[in-house]
């Protein structure tokens, strides 16, 4: 009888022991999940440092609410959305915007722009972050802010996206400013992810494949002073990002007047930022106002075709005096098949 009521005290206070264990794991919290999730940005050999804001570091998130907000219409009352003017099959740019003053706009791409100083063909954005926000305007979204309110707060995923990316309970908590600013700087975000440098000539760098007998010409063509187009169109952006007055007109009226617009001095009159040539085979018509319709009227312009006039960039005088680059037929072709190589299908597929 000592030795059972021994043994029943043992796996009684086993039993307990073990009890007591459970319940003290069970009262142990799980560690939940810290937001937002710092994002760090693969930045190809050879970039420029992107440019950041320290007021909306980049966050997966952030990133990802961006991405859905991008496409959804759910930012406009119109059905229109981000990609309705920057069509990814287009390398997230589209033919022409007409605007409410009747101005006619070649839709720069949406490529590289994490690392560019300024945005819009005449630089009239310094900041990435607030790029959107004139996109809830009339003339693009015409944005009923009670309904975007609505739409994002009855949603079955933004609510919790913009609690852990910004901290924001619920949007209701923000006035109708700063819930688009929110809405910009996540968009912001996402774009800054959208890099392209796996074009034929990236990997023609990385010694991985040959340019083609064509290709290659151009591309001496290209970077040399035959051609004179690595002036405004460095690698690796293939742009230089200043502003440039090309040569397209004597006449400035409108959105003609390009930089000057924005600055009001006489010397930017017909400047406009130097475009990326990456994936220029596909973002047709060209220049600011989509006056040239394929690349080869590009390279005619270029060879022959630039007005002489005060405003005109010096770089586009060569060492005769002309504005000419006297290329011949074939080294027209060849300097087209080069631009072609800068394609990169795997950005926008």
Not at 15 to 39: H, M, N, R, W
Not at 263 to 280: A, H, Q, W, Y
């Amino acid at each position: 009888m000592i030795h059972l009521a021994l043994k029943n005290k043992y796996f009684y206070s086993l039993f307990l022991g073990l009890a007591i264990i459970g319940c003290k794991e069970k009262d142990v919290a799980e560690p939940s999940q810290s937001y937002p999730t710092p994002y760090t940005l693969a930045v190809p050999n050879g970039f420029p440092k992107p440019s950041y804001s320290t007021d909306n570091p980049l966050t997966a998130e952030g990133i990802q609410l961006g991405k859905m907000l991008y496409s959804d219409p759910i930012l406009s009352t119109n059905g229109k959305t981000c990609i309705t003017c920057h069509v990814p099959s287009k390398s997230y740019s589209s033919p022409i915007f007409v605007s409410g003053a009747g101005a006619t706009i070649s839709v720069p791409p949406h490529i590289n722009l994490a690392f560019k100083k300024s945005y819009n063909w005449a630089g009239s954005q310094e900041s990435l972050d607030t790029l959107a926000m004139g996109d809830f305007e009339p003339e693009i979204f015409n944005t009923n802010a009670d309904l975007l309110f609505k739409n994002l707060s009855e949603h079955s995923l933004y609510p919790k996206l913009f609690k852990q990316a910004f901290g924001i309970e619920s949007v209701y908590n923000l006035s109708y400013h700063e819930l688009k600013k929110t809405i910009a700087k996540s968009i912001a975000q996402y774009l800054r992810t959208r890099i392209s440098s796996n074009s034929k000539f990236d990997k023609y760098r990385r010694k991985e494949i040959l340019l083609d007998q064509n290709e290659y010409e151009g591309y001496v063509i290209f970077f040399s002073e035959k051609g004179d187009c690595f002036h405004c169109h460095s690698e690796p952006l293939f742009s230089d990002q200043e502003f440039h007055n090309n040569g397209l007109t004597t006449s400035y009226v409108g959105f003609d007047q390009g930089r000057f617009a924005i600055t009001n001095k006489l010397e930017d009159m017909g400047k406009f930022v130097s475009p990326t040539l990456r994936n220029i085979e596909i973002t047709a018509p060209y220049m600011h106002d989509g006056r040239l319709k394929t690349l080869e009227e590009v390279v005619d312009h270029y060879n022959e075709g630039v007005v002489n006039d005060v405003h005109v960039d010096p770089l586009l005088t060569k060492r005769d005096g002309t504005k000419k680059l006297h290329l011949t037929p074939l080294e027209k072709i060849q300097l087209v098949a080069f631009l072609k190589t800068l394609t990169d299908r795997a950005f926008f597929q």
